[in-house]
């Protein structure tokens, strides 16, 4: 089945140590985006690839960081986690149009967790 | 700015009763809406989107514009509808962005 996959479902991390989370797609979407999601909260956008080009929303913090190196494949760095990091972390893909017309769903991963210590 | 409202974090209902998940939105433009839906231990997942006017698992939602609402209405609930409930909009134009309510979890009582 085409999908999303996140890797690793779970991950822990120390405070301040780099971690990274991955995605990958088969459905060949041409956008991908990260979403942080805290207990009880909304999905919140942090960043997403129209093609390869990054568009970070205006309030995600410097801490955090992505990589998009091919069309399935896109990465969430976070430099120095700290405990307000602790959240689940969704990947979601979809077929974008440049313009905004057109644009079709989006489709999400399992999503990671992640704990800092 | 967009916002959206969910104002209930929590409904239960009983099998067979009608649910309706509200959803209210502010936003300058002309949204797309949609509703995703997350069972238990599941991926979040597409339900509906107001531009296709289906009904999915029997589930319907209307876009009014006056009100600016997008509520989910269902006319006999299932267990299998309990799970959590989100509201999302984007924009018609410009970045491809959801901007979601904060869910409603669904409990249908057998």
């Known amino acids: 089945d085409a999908m999303v996959i996140q890797n690793p479902r779970y991950q822990v991390t120390q405070f301040g140590k780099p971690v990274t989370l991955s995605c990958s797609q088969t459905?060949?979407?041409?956008?991908m985006y990260w979403y942080q999601q805290k207990s009880s909260q909304a999905p919140k956008l942090l960043f997403h690839?129209?093609?390869?080009?990054?568009?970070n929303e205006a309030d995600t913090p410097d801490n955090f960081q992505s990589r998009r190196p091919n069309t399935s494949f896109c990465f969430l760095d976070i430099r120095s986690p700290g405990l307000g990091d602790a959240a689940m972390y969704l990947c979601?893909?979809?077929?974008?149009?440049?313009?905004?017309?057109?644009?079709?769903?989006?489709?999400f991963g399992d999503g990671t967790r992640l704990s800092i210590l | 700015a967009q916002r959206v409202t969910q104002p209930e974090k929590l409904l239960s209902v009983f099998k067979g009763a009608p649910v309706e998940l509200k959803c209210n939105y502010s936003?300058?433009?002309?949204?797309?809406l949609f509703w995703y839906v997350q069972y238990s231990r599941q991926r979040l997942q597409l339900l509906l989107r107001?531009?296709s006017r289906e009904s999915i698992k029997g589930f319907t939602a209307d876009l009014n514009k006056g009100e600016t609402s997008f509520h989910l209405k269902k006319p006999f609930a299932q267990e299998e509808d309990s799970a959590m409930y989100y509201c999302?909009?984007?924009?018609?134009?410009?970045?491809?962005?959801?901007?979601f309510g904060t869910g409603t979890r669904l409990t249908v009582i057998p």
């Open positions: 690839y129209y093609d390869k080009d990054f568009n």
């Open positions: 999302a909009l984007r924009k018609k134009t410009g970045a491809n962005n959801l901007f």
């Open positions: 107001h531009i």
């Open positions: 936003y300058s433009g002309s949204p797309e």
């Open positions: 459905l060949n979407h041409n956008v």
């Open positions: 979601a893909t979809s077929r974008g149009y440049r313009g905004g017309g057109g644009n079709q769903p989006q489709h």
